[in-house]
């Protein structure tokens, strides 16, 4: 019988991860990866047998402290034979050491506790349809108007642990769209929207308050397609956010729990109105 081998998958392996997740239904972005690998070039690990890659998971590195387990799939034809057991395991010893998150599906959340991670919150992914805003925002900016230095430094409040290499390169993605909101010469929050295999997805949407938080995100969605879909990832321990993607007639089709291993991480979370990535939080 053929072993298992589990190393590092390379950039081009990483498209072929990318659409196993869409195959999973996840919807990802058209180009997600460029940013996923920028994060941390050696988080990823693809499971072969042979030369056939049958599954991967996701092992990012943020900072000093911080890691993020996702992207954990095993192909249909190869599961229950404990593949993905071996793939969990590798992921996590890379990580050891580390306050470790993730965003588990209703279905694996048992087995994750088994791994000793626990329930912080669970996020709510919000479904809508695009439609046009009125008069242009004159406080709204594009994101590249903005000094990358004043976005990392707001974004850094509301992540556990330094992620600039992954934002600079989210921030740029090709048919993204990245506002922000000045007052003065102050940034009050910062939103995106992305192209994905369905439509588009709001992440990360983060505001000083919901009245900033709306302003954004009608923006943002007004700079869409009318009548494209939309997808809205939010904390459902910010009633503001829910509220705010209600009022804009979304409807709840998805949800996660957020757990971590140790302590969860103390953020602002009433100003964090959008998930960034299921995948990489």
């Known amino acids: 019988m053929t072993a298992l081998v589990i190393r590092t998958m ?6 072929l991860g990318i659409d196993w997740a869409a195959a999973e239904g996840w919807n990802p972005g058209l180009h997600d990866a460029d940013a996923f690998h920028a994060a941390d070039p050696q988080g990823y690990l693809v499971g072969l047998l042979g030369d056939e890659p ?3 998971i996701a092992a990012v590195r943020y900072g000093e402290g911080f890691g993020f387990i996702g992207f954990y799939i095993v ?18 010893r890379s990580l050891s050491g580390r306050l470790v998150g ?3 599906v209703i279905a694996q959340q048992r087995n994750y506790r088994r791994s000793r991670f626990a329930l912080a919150y669970k996020n709510i992914r919000h479904q809508g349809t695009a439609i046009a805003a009125g ?25 556990p642990d330094d992620r600039r290499r992954f934002l600079r390169a989210w921030l740029s993605l090709p048919g993204s769209i990245g506002l922000g909101l000045m007052q003065s010469d102050t940034l009050a929050g910062y939103g995106v929207i992305r ?10 949407l983060l505001a000083d308050d919901a009245a900033v938080a709306e302003r954004l995100l009608r923006a943002l969605i007004a ?4 009548g494209a879909t939309v997808q809205f990832d939010t904390p459902a321990v910010n009633a503001q956010a829910i509220a705010l993607a209600r009022s804009l007639q979304m409807s709840p089709v998805f949800e996660t729990a957020r757990m971590y291993t140790g302590t969860a991480p103390q953020l602002p979370l009433e100003r964090l109105f959008g998930v960034t990535s299921f995948e990489l939080g």
């Open 135 to 159: 008069s242009p925002d004159p406080q709204i900016v594009p994101i590249s108007q903005i000094p990358f230095d004043q976005v990392s430094h707001y974004d850094a409040a509301l992540f």
């Open 10 to 15: 390379s950039r081009a392996e990483l498209d």
């Open 75 to 92: 192909r249909p034809d190869w599961r229950g034979r404990g593949h993905g057991l071996a793939l969990w395991q590798a992921g996590m």
């Open 223 to 226: 700079a869409v397609p009318s």
């Open 102 to 104: 993730l965003d588990g």
């Open 195 to 204: 192209p994905c295999r369905q439509g588009f997805k709001v992440g990360p």
């Open 54 to 56: 049958i599954g991967m």
